[in-house]
């Protein structure tokens, strides 16, 4: 997209502008600029991932730009940065034809299929021997995008391949994809190129983690949250969303003028969108003389798959000739001069033999599936979870039924489907308990959530959950006390609550197998060790429903003792930060019941300090009243030892982005926070470097 030299030429453009703005000149006359400056930096962050200024120096570009354009609404270009999020909901997705049909490509799973597509290929064509390019075949949603006379003017989907959905509105709003390309400067007109919409696997997780706070399934794969997300109504949800376009193909091309074909090889083309500003696998495409040569790259390739930052599910061998491409032609269906490899399945069937029900560590009821192993993307699959009993009605599933059971990358097993075609009449409905498995406590739902609940905190199922989160590594962080050790303690008789994790029989636990008296001493070590945690990882070992570590810290940096809580009412626990009336009825429920105050008196009885010993130590450091909170992967520090710094130097950690927070510091891959973070003038969005300036020098 842009040389070496242009590239300086547009950093100087904004140091020019970052330097103006500072000083409060920045006019009419600079949106050109500006515009010219943003569109630059957002290639450089979202096709290159290799940023050149910071969130807040971009921000505020961003904003001046707004600014300019509110106050001269003439000089709006349908190309501007601040075009891309629409003013309203879509009502509908209007049909368009493509310029192109959409073909479906064929399918090989083996040599011998390769082998037979390149024979037939050079039997057509007459030669002996074929040029092939090489790419990921990207598993996303396919999309259909045209350009004239520079700017994007529609986006589709697949549809039946000739009609698809209008789907511009939402295309719009993926930064990736640029809402206007030089093609005149290569003397196209208008051009029609073929992609996938995308999610990243970390951006898939954060979602799913996102689902999972709200207590709802997870989706699938990334190709179904990509599919959902390019028909939602709101384009401002398809932007929170951080969908990446990769755009692989040109299905059709007008020259201006005189002018000659851009390209004459697939390869060409792949290196012409990328010069033009798109994602395209311009770094993974690879060119073969002979299919041997292919076959190789992709055995080698497939191994590697999980190493990409994205889900692929194959390769797609294209003849790289466009003039033999044209030569070989096409079916109804699929282009005779391109084929798809595709990679072992990561779906299995399988049937269901019988549900189990466990209890969390909260009181949660989860079904799990116990099915016949089926090998599912290298891992054999025999257990999968259910979620809850809203799930298994809208999936209708029954004992006895077959499943569709999908893993992809290191995404964990999922149902996808039922068989109700395939049933015998033998197959039965699954049915909810309505007692505790365990304890055989009557079951609870709250209304609005879809999981049952056992209440009863004294429940030995929830007991030994308790006793693995309480010394799990972000909790107290009692090393060698993991899963195995707990059930088996607990089988001894040892461990009965977390207080007896203070008070185990070493003499006995030495004459165990495995056991010896360094590894003893060890986790005597650990556990001892575990007594000088802070406040927060103990309130956050507690297991409370819905407290997580930042809002242990919240609660952490309110009082000087844990035990006051037991006179804390609902409401003025909800004037502390981001404790809402769900986290705050959670956490008064706990500090009022019987048996957790007298959990939390033992604990301190046995050493652990329920006093907060360093509210007051923090005081007077750099950072003292100031808010912060970490987003994305920072590129030194792990986030618990950013927000220790914080906390050292007299700063707290928000849980959320809201008006309270001071700063907020960006790493990769940032999410949600800092879209929300952009919006509010008063946070300061900072980078670690920055943030690592403003504390003390050693």
Not at 519 to 535: C, D, G, N, R, T
Not at 548 to 576: D, P, V
Request: glycine share 8%; aromatic share 8%; net charge neutral.
């Amino acid at each position: 997209m842009n040389s070496n030299e242009s590239a300086k030429k547009l950093q100087q453009k904004t140091a020019e502008l970052i330097k103006k703005q500072g000083s409060g000149k920045i006019t009419a006359a600079d949106i050109s600029n500006l515009r010219e400056v943003l569109q630059f930096h957002e290639y450089r962050y979202y096709v290159l991932n290799d940023p050149l200024v910071t969130d807040t120096e971009y921000d505020h570009l961003y904003k001046s730009l707004e600014k300019l354009e509110r106050e001269n609404p003439a000089l709006i270009t349908a190309d501007s940065p601040t075009q891309r999020v629409a003013g309203g909901l879509t009502k509908d997705f209007p049909q368009v034809q493509h310029l192109v049909p959409m073909l479906s490509l064929d399918n090989s799973y083996n040599a011998e299929d390769l082998a037979d597509f390149d024979r037939k290929a050079r039997e057509s064509a007459e030669v002996d021997s074929i040029e092939y390019c090489v790419e990921p075949k990207f598993d996303g949603a396919s999309i259909s995008l045209v350009y004239e006379d520079d700017m994007l003017v529609r986006g589709a989907t697949r549809g039946d391949g000739v009609k698809g959905d209008d789907i511009t509105n939402n295309i719009r709003q993926i930064r990736s994809i640029p809402l206007s390309a030089p093609l005149k400067a290569h003397g196209i007109r208008q051009l029609e190129i073929r992609g996938e919409i995308m999610l990243t696997k970390a951006n898939f997780k954060k979602y799913n983690d996102s689902l999972a706070e709200q207590n709802l399934p997870p989706l699938a794969n990334p190709r179904n949250a990509a599919a959902g997300t390019l028909r939602l109504k709101d384009p401002k949800q398809v932007a929170a969303r951080k969908l990446e376009g990769f755009l692989y193909h040109i299905s059709f091309v007008t020259t201006t003028g005189k002018h000659k074909e851009p390209f004459h090889t697939h390869a060409e083309s792949i290196s012409l969108l990328w010069e033009l500003g798109f994602k395209s696998p311009e770094h993974e495409k690879k060119v073969f003389k002979g299919i041997d040569k292919v076959i190789a790259f992709c055995h080698d390739f497939e191994a590697k798959r999980d190493d990409l930052p994205y889900e692929i599910d194959g390769l797609v061998i294209k003849v790289n000739d466009l003039a033999l491409q044209d030569k070989l032609g096409m079916t109804s269906h699929h282009p005779r001069w391109a084929i798809a490899y595709k990679f072992k399945a990561r779906q299995g069937t399988s049937h269901l033999r019988s549900v189990e029900f466990q209890v969390g560590r909260t009181g949660n009821i989860t079904p799990v599936a116990k099915i016949d192993p089926v090998p599912i993307g290298g891992v054999m699959v025999s257990s999968i979870s259910l979620h809850n009993e809203d799930f298994i009605r809208e999936k209708d599933i029954r004992l006895g039924d077959q499943l569709l059971v999908e893993r992809a990358g290191d995404v964990i097993p999922y149902v996808v489907k039922s068989f109700p075609e395939l049933r015998k009449g033998t197959e039965k409905k699954i049915k909810f308990p309505e007692t505790c498995p365990v304890c055989d406590h009557t079951l609870n739902k709250t209304e609005g959530e879809a999981a049952w609940r056992c209440n009863n905190y004294n429940c030995e199922a929830q007991v030994v959950q308790r006793m693995i989160h309480f010394a799990s590594k972000d909790a107290m962080e009692i090393t060698g006390m993991g899963e195995a050790i707990v059930n088996r303690f607990h089988e001894q008789g040892w461990l009965k609550n977390i207080t007896s994790l203070y008070a185990l029989p070493w003499n006995e636990i030495e004459t165990l197998e495995g056991f010896g008296k360094k590894s003893v001493e060890k986790l005597k070590e650990a556990i001892e060790k575990s007594k000088s945690q802070p406040l927060y990882r103990l309130i956050y070992g507690l297991g409370i429903r819905y407290v997580g570590e930042t809002t242990a810290k919240t609660i952490a940096q309110k009082i000087g003792h844990l035990l006051e809580l037991e006179n804390y009412s609902i409401e003025q626990l909800q004037e502390m930060e981001d404790v809402g009336p769900k986290v705050a009825g959670s956490i008064h429920e706990f500090f009022h019941d019987a048996d957790s105050i007298r959990i939390l008196k033992e604990l301190e009885v046995l050493g652990l300090p329920l006093k907060n010993e360093k509210k007051e130590l923090a005081s007077g450091g750099n950072l003292t009243g100031l808010s912060f909170l970490f987003t994305g992967t920072l590129p030194t520090l792990k986030r618990s030892a950013a927000e220790a710094m914080v906390e050292a130097n007299g700063g707290y950690i928000l849980g959320g982005v809201s008006a309270k927070l001071n700063y907020l510091v960006v790493g990769e891959d940032a999410g949600s926070k800092l879209e929300k973070a952009k919006k509010i003038n008063s946070v300061k969005i900072i980078s670690e470097a920055e943030f690592l300036a403003m504390l003390p020098s050693k």
